[in-house]
Structures are given as C-alpha cells and as structure tokens.
C-alpha cells in the first residue's frame, strides 16, 4: 500500500475515533416539547430579559447545539464544574459560544443571573 493510502487511512481511522468520542456522555435529545418551552421562557426581570433576548436566545432558546434554557440534561454536566467556570466560560467563549455570550454591555452579575436562568429556566 503506497504512503500516501496509509496516511489517508490513519487520518480518516483517527478522524472516524475522535468524531465516536463526541456523543460520550452526550444527553438524551430535546423533545419538540423541550424546545417549544425553552423557546417561551424569559427572565421575569425586564432588563435582564431584554438582554436575554438579543444575546442568549437566538442559541439558547431554540434546536440548535448550544444547551437549551432550563433542560437539565443538557446542563447537568456544565454544573457540576462549578459557578466559577461556568462565568469564565461565558466570558471568555468556549467552543461555538462567544465571548461574553454577545453581550457585551453586561456585568458580571448580569451574566451569572444569565446562567442562572439558562440553567433553570426560570
């Protein structure tokens, strides 16, 4: 077998082992229902839900990758890495999430009532 198939075929064998990992410990999917609720759920808050609105929602609040509002299978393993990363995640980004969640005028108390409520959804 030339090099050239050999490094192909370790490339797509490591590819194809490292793509099996990612739904290790993935939780169970979000129903129609789950979406639906998330979709509806705002910070009673006015202000908070306004920045709710145009920076956590559009990810947050619908089918979309990002863990909904108040699934808890989906945050349960966030959680238990403490409030402490959590906000630093939120803060400096991590993955597909940007830096400060795209809001950038809030604090750092907005942004824990953020999490809190993403992780609640109340």
């Given at each position: 077998m030339p090099?050239?198939?050999?490094?192909?075929?370790?490339?797509?064998?490591?590819?194809?082992?490292?793509?099996?990992?990612?739904?290790?410990g993935t939780p169970s999917a979000a129903?129609?229902?789950?979406?639906?609720?998330?979709?509806?759920?705002r910070p009673q808050d006015a202000q908070l839900a306004a920045k709710y609105e145009r920076s956590c929602l559009l990810c947050h609040g619908v089918r979309s990758g990002a863990p909904l509002v108040g699934f808890e299978p989906a945050w349960k393993q966030r959680v238990a890495q403490g409030e402490g990363v959590l906000l630093a995640h939120v803060?400096?980004?991590?993955?597909?999430?940007?830096?400060?969640?795209l809001c950038t005028d809030c604090s750092d108390a907005e942004l824990r009532q953020l999490i809190d409520f993403v992780i609640r959804g109340q």
């Open positions: 090099m050239l198939s050999r490094s192909l075929l370790a490339c797509c064998a490591a590819l194809a082992l490292a793509l099996a990992g990612c739904n290790a129903t129609d229902s789950d979406v639906r609720a998330a979709e509806a759920r803060r400096d980004g991590l993955n597909a999430m940007p830096a400060m969640g």
